[in-house]
């Protein structure tokens, strides 16, 4: 078992912590958090050790998870990484994109593996058609959400879009090739609601839309392909494959055929995936012990979650030139 600790005891922190202690792959050594008063009552109350400093806390791990706010993270990782342990890290994985490069060549030099916590890599409903998800040319993303003060502190781009920034890079297999974007502050000092339109130099094109000042909750995506059409819902855990096919002579009578203005006739197929019901966050701590005892690639790499970033930045650079 890899001796694990966590980096802040916040409202996530708390998830990670509880996780990391039941899982079978894991041993957690505890954590540490800034916050001396809030670390005496969670220790008191779940029974999870706190660590003095964040020095003493990594010097007992193998892998220590790093759940601060956002503008803390290169510091912890730094940290971390220069000590020669593997790090696991929520999303956003820095607040710079030059911070993140910085990691990433640490990383390099010392030799260790690192993760970034997006977590809707490991939604089943995602998982189930991944693969399906072939050479998709439109891509269309609504995540909405209702009004929370907590993560108020950055950009809806990097508190909500930036999940599907990743989801989206990680099936298009082409560099970004052009942005446009806009978005509104409506009750935050950062924008609350924001649009993109991101394309790719293979002609493939998504648009996403992101919010966290909607009446009801929302986290859907559509891919189309050749063929195809693929929707996924991450809220309800739900996904749908439509293909489309060329039509047989004989097609019985309840067959859904299509005719084009060409003559050519394509049959309608619903293919529903199987679904296994997981939980996204402990999935993705387990997957990273793997990655470490089996020295292999991890599922969210550091480098793919400084692209992320990358675009999530570039996305809200558009935002000034308005």
């Known amino acids: ?44 109350e779940l029974g999870y050790k706190s660590f003095p400093s964040m020095k003493a806390l990594i010097d007992a791990c193998d892998v220590v998870d790093v759940v601060t706010p956002t503008v803390y993270h290169f510091e912890c990782a730094k940290q971390v990484i ?3 342990k593997h790090l696991f890290i929520e999303k956003p994985i820095t607040h710079t994109v030059a911070e993140a490069e910085t990691l990433l060549a640490l990383a390099k030099q010392h030799g260790v593996m690192g993760q970034v916590g997006h977590v809707e890599r490991f939604n ?7 693969e399906k998800i072939e050479n998709p040319m439109f891509i269309e993303a609504h995540r909405l959400a209702e009004f929370n003060p907590r993560g108020t502190d950055v950009s809806v781009v ?16 082409s560099n970004v090739k052009h942005i446009n974007a806009s978005g509104v502050s409506v009750i935050s000092e950062t924008p609350d609601i924001a649009n993109a339109r991101i394309e790719f130099e293979n002609g493939c094109v998504a648009n996403l839309t992101a919010s966290r000042i909607s009446l009801k ?30 039509a047989p002579e004989d097609a019985d009578d309840f067959a859904m055929v299509l005719t084009n203005a060409e003559g050519v006739k394509k049959q309608i197929y619903f293919d529903n995936p199987k679904i296994d019901a997981n939980n996204a966050i402990l999935d993705e701590l387990e997957t990273f012990a793997d990655a470490v ?17 990358r ?7 558009n935002f000034k030139k308005i």
């Open 1 to 44: 078992m890899l001796k694990a600790g966590v980096l802040g005891a916040g409202h996530l922190g708390k998830i990670h912590l509880k996780l990391l202690h039941q899982s079978e792959k894991y041993e957690l050594v505890g954590f540490f958090d800034a916050n001396q008063e809030a670390s005496a009552t969670i220790e008191s």
């Open 82 to 84: 220069e000590a020669g």
């Open 124 to 130: 089943p409903a995602f998982r189930a058609v991944h």
């Open 158 to 173: 990097l508190d909500l879009m930036i999940h599907d920034i990743d989801a989206i890079l990680s099936v298009v297999k």
């Open 217 to 246: 909750k929302m986290r859907k995506a559509r891919f189309f392909q050749r063929d195809a059409y693929i929707s996924v819902d991450f809220l309800d855990k739900k996904c749908e494959v439509v293909k489309m096919k060329d």
């Open 293 to 309: 005892s089996n020295n292999t690639t991890p599922i969210v790499t550091l480098a793919q979650g400084t692209e992320a970033l």
């Open 311 to 317: 675009v999530a930045m570039q996305i809200i650079s």
